[in-house]
């Protein structure tokens, strides 16, 4: 049976292992039972970059990943695990060239494996296989790999020959109606330009969502009246008579564009001093092994990266606000975060250690994201579409966390940041 793209299905039976466990024969199962197995290897107790327990975990992976010629479903899967979980090499700031190109190269066969890089699939098809999350998976991995070896002089044949590759997948990526549709018309030169929000959110500009965007009514010109002079009848709300002007998509927002930016920096003081009293007595470091522990693997280490969530999902994460009233009564009180359906909506105290980093990433469901700097050492900043930022204490930074962005922390103290994502201001689902 000849598929879109060319491949051909290998005949029914084709039998592939993990660690002596037959794997389905479909994507989304190989995914899942690679994920929970390199969990559980993660979670073993001796799992760290480069560790010999790691090694052999790779080394699975690796045996998984040479049975993908002849069985092609399983390269999406291999691809992600490469991704998530063997993305540094040791301890350090090194990123595994050997395992993100071999990511690379199974993202790709995933493509051609469900015909996503055929012009003519049909929409449902392409919809129905994530075919645009693929695409920038496979941009992504050459192009962030690239612009880290440039910055290494020893590195810069190899980072050319990464930036030549993805240039190439972009290429490939321009000539796709369906990923140019699916973008609305949205003008990119360059996969970094790229962010999930235009998906949802194509025109110029829109009706904000919440009553916190009206504030900024008055200060657009024609663009948006006075509330306190608006006709308002009961079946209309001030926000009928307000337009956010725009751009509605971009990598970093201009603070004052966002009304939530100047309320946490009010209260940054009341955020670090509670944030300061759960380090000092070392209650932070039991709440988060205590309870959530999730997005290990961003990091070279596994206590490297820890989130503390405040409020999530229109919820007080009760057991964390007994020990910061202050701060979770002040974040409760705002619709953009307590009134936001999106996944993950909220906020949480974020610590990174020092000389570590984490990996490229972009998040798919329309949602902003704000850092408020608390602690903020030299050595660390974020790039995200491109775009370069660093923080300061007491300054909010507004992003768009759908743009493919990482961080770089080389400095010689933790940085600590109260985060959060947050409804975007032309979402108007509830």
């Not at 994530?130 to 992504?140: D, I, K, L, P, V």
């Not at 670090?272 to 961003?298: I, K, M, N």
């Not at 998040?363 to 608390?374: A, E, I, V």
Request: overall charge negative; aromatic content about 10%.
């Amino acid at each position: 049976l000849v598929l879109w793209g060319g491949l051909r299905l290998p005949a029914v039976g084709a039998e592939v292992y993990l660690d002596g466990q037959l794997l389905p024969e479909d994507e989304g199962g190989v995914m899942d039972r690679l994920t929970s197995w390199l969990d559980q290897q993660q979670w073993s107790g001796d799992w760290s970059s480069g560790s010999a327990a790691q090694k052999a975990a790779y080394g699975k992976v690796v045996e998984v990943a040479n049975s993908a010629s002849s069985a092609p479903w399983v390269a999406l899967g291999v691809g992600q695990a490469l991704l998530l979980y063997f993305w540094w090499l040791g301890d350090g700031l090194e990123v595994n060239i050997e395992a993100a190109r071999l990511s690379l190269s199974m993202h790709w066969l995933s493509i051609q494996y469900v015909g996503c890089n055929v012009p003519e699939l049909p929409a449902d098809l392409w919809q129905h296989h994530h075919c645009t999350w693929r695409w920038r998976h496979a941009a992504m991995i050459p192009s962030e790999i690239g612009a880290t070896l440039a910055r290494r002089p020893a590195a810069l044949r190899l980072s050319a020959q990464l930036l030549r590759e993805a240039a190439t997948v972009e290429a490939n990526m321009l000539g796709l109606p369906r990923l140019v549709a699916a973008l609305g018309g949205h003008r990119w030169s360059r996969a970094a330009e790229i962010n999930s929000n235009a998906f949802s959110f194509r025109s110029s500009s829109c009706k904000p969502r919440h009553m916190g965007w009206v504030a900024l009514c008055g200060l657009r010109g024609e663009e948006c009246s006075q509330p306190g002079s608006l006709p308002v009848t009961p079946d209309q709300s001030v926000l009928d008579f307000c337009r956010f002007p725009g751009p509605v998509n971009r990598p970093v927002w201009p603070r004052a564009d966002v009304p939530l930016a100047a309320f946490l920096e009010a209260h940054a003081a009341t955020f670090r001093e509670e944030l300061e009293a759960l380090l000092a007595d070392g209650r932070f470091h039991g709440l988060y092994w205590g309870g959530e522990v999730s997005l290990t693997q961003f990091a070279p280490r596994l206590d490297d990266w820890q989130m503390l969530s405040l409020v999530k999902n229109r919820q007080r994460v009760s057991r964390v606000c007994e020990h910061t009233p202050k701060s979770c009564e002040l974040l409760a009180s705002r619709a953009e975060l307590m009134g936001c359906a999106v996944g993950d909506a909220g906020a949480a105290f974020a610590r990174l250690e020092a000389r570590s980093a984490l990996r490229p990433h972009f998040w798919n469901s329309p949602r902003l994201g704000f850092h408020l700097g608390l602690r903020t050492p030299p050595g660390a900043r974020m790039v995200v579409g491109g775009q370069e930022v660093t923080w300061e204490e007491g300054r909010a930074t507004i992003f768009d966390d759908t743009y493919v962005h990482s961080v770089l922390h080389e400095g010689d103290e933790p940085r600590l940041l109260l985060i959060g994502w947050f409804c975007h201001p032309c979402d108007l689902r509830g």
